[in-house]
């Protein structure tokens, strides 16, 4: 006999027996193997290794031994129509296994393998877990909750976001186990990781993957029709850069999925990715079953007072000073969750444990792959990163070839019309309009803003331009 593996239920080895070959489970550490058996027992499925021999008192059992790959590493580097071809074939042996009234139980990569024919094999099916593998199983079975139907369904979706993006739904995060476990966030969207995933085929994974059980497809069939008859139309958006934010507004939805409401103020620029910001949550908040509502900040008031536990809402307050968005904001709400999109901050709001959150500029690397997530060359990178500074909505502009010049009062014309003669320092500027060098910033950030205007390489000289 070779030993193959061990984990916390027992050993297995393989054997041959009469011409057949069987992979044998001992039972170790006080462990029974009469769930694994009597679930076995029950099932005969061509994706399922059948049961062979078992010992009575669930010390051992015998099955069919299965020669393949796990199904994150089988994946790796294959077509993308063909991964899910398979994942569509586990998510229908889940199917059969559920029909026979047995729970899998530990849904992973591990319990997956593929053989040389592409045809994927369930192991472990009813075995005595206890709990699963951390970055795999369910947000309630780390509270201690038994298998269901619905944790099974997000092992689904672990399974299919990590056949989509090469990855699993978390990554690990610091020295503690739980920080894999993704409690207490959302999985990053797979059209960020992987934009030529069909959207539907994104959205499954995390529709599936949903914090809240009720917010997942009902069943493993669902599961498999909806992967069956998802279209192959692109993400309309794709997400890049901004990474801790994203994790930031993510966990905060988590805490109010545990009933912790909150109030955050999206601030920064036009086209610093504000909006970006707010679209990726509210959609995520959506997907957990939650009634959002996108409002003007002039609308806040009666919202807020007729606001429910349950209701997210998204507040433009765009262009507002923090004045202004303090008196909309003044009274009492039940709301879960209160979004603002702001140009300033509003410190006062710290008093009700308002959260500030600013974008950050996109890295030129994020800028290319934000071009290559739009099927678009290379060749306007560089400038597109040089004269949006890393905001995402301009770089996204100008990639496109595009340039949106704002209304120009007399002196923007005059500061505008020196700076397409070519590069020229402050002072020069500021002399040609009669004012400070602060004042002049003041005039030319429109333009900045709008990526019309930009500094030089140097950051002593400014250029501009109407011209892409």
């Not at 009469?34 to 061509?46: D, F, S, V, Y």
Request: charged share 25%; with cysteine.
């Amino acid at each position: 006999m070779q030993r193959l593996g061990a984990g916390a239920a027992g050993e297995v080895w393989y054997a041959e027996e009469g011409g057949r070959r069987l992979a044998v489970k001992v039972a170790a550490n006080g462990r029974s193997l009469a769930a694994e058996i009597g679930a076995l027992a029950r099932l005969r499925h061509p994706n399922v290794p059948g049961l062979v021999a078992a010992d009575r008192a669930g010390m051992w059992m015998a099955r069919e031994f299965v020669a393949g790959a796990r199904l994150t590493s089988w994946a790796h580097g294959r077509p993308l129509a063909e991964r899910l071809s398979v994942m569509r074939r586990v998510a229908e042996t889940l199917v059969a296994v559920h029909g026979a009234g047995v729970l899998h139980g530990d849904l992973s990569p591990a319990n997956v393998l593929v053989d040389e024919a592409g045809e994927p094999h369930l192991l472990d099916v009813g075995a005595d877990t206890r709990g699963g593998a951390l970055g795999w199983i369910a947000p309630e079975r780390l509270r201690g909750e038994g298998p269901s139907i619905p944790s099974e369904v997000y092992g689904l979706g672990a399974l299919l976001y990590a056949v989509c993006t090469g990855r699993p739904p978390y990554e690990r995060s610091g020295a503690h186990p739980l920080g894999y476990a993704g409690s207490g966030s959302l999985p990053v969207p797979v059209s960020s990781l992987a934009p030529d995933v069909p959207a539907e085929v994104g959205q499954l994974a995390l529709t599936a993957l949903a914090y809240r059980p009720s917010a997942r497809p009902p069943s493993a069939y669902a599961f498999v029709e909806l992967l069956r008859h998802a279209r192959p139309e692109p993400p309309e958006e794709v997400v890049v850069g901004m990474d801790d934010e994203r994790e930031r507004l993510r966990r905060i939805l988590v805490n109010v999925l545990r009933g912790e409401p909150a109030m955050v103020v999206v601030h920064g620029p036009r086209g610093s990715g504000r909006a970006t910001l707010l679209r990726e949550l509210a959609a995520r908040a959506v997907g957990e079953g939650f009634p959002v509502q996108h409002l003007a900040v002039e609308q806040a008031s009666l919202a807020l007072t007729r606001a429910q536990d349950e209701d997210v809402l998204c507040l433009d307050a765009d262009g507002r000073t923090a004045e202004e968005i303090e008196v909309a904001l003044e009274g009492r709400t039940e709301a879960g969750l209160v979004l603002v999109r702001a140009s300033v901050p509003v410190r006062s709001l710290a008093r009700r444990g308002a959260i500030h959150v600013r974008p950050v500029a996109l890295s030129r690397a994020e800028v290319a792959s934000l071009s290559a997530a739009l099927g678009l060359g290379s060749e306007r990178v560089q400038r597109a990163w040089e004269r949006s500074r890393g905001r995402p909505g301009v770089a996204v502009a100008l990639l496109h070839g595009q340039v949106h010049v704002p209304e120009l009062s007399e002196q923007q014309e005059r500061l505008l019309g020196r700076l397409e003669e070519g590069p020229v320092r402050l002072p020069e500027l500021a002399a040609l309009v009669d004012a400070t060098e602060h004042q002049t910033l003041d005039l030319l950030e429109p333009l900045f803003e709008a990526g019309v205007v930009w500094s030089g390489a140097d950051g002593a000289e400014l250029q501009g331009s109407r011209a892409v």
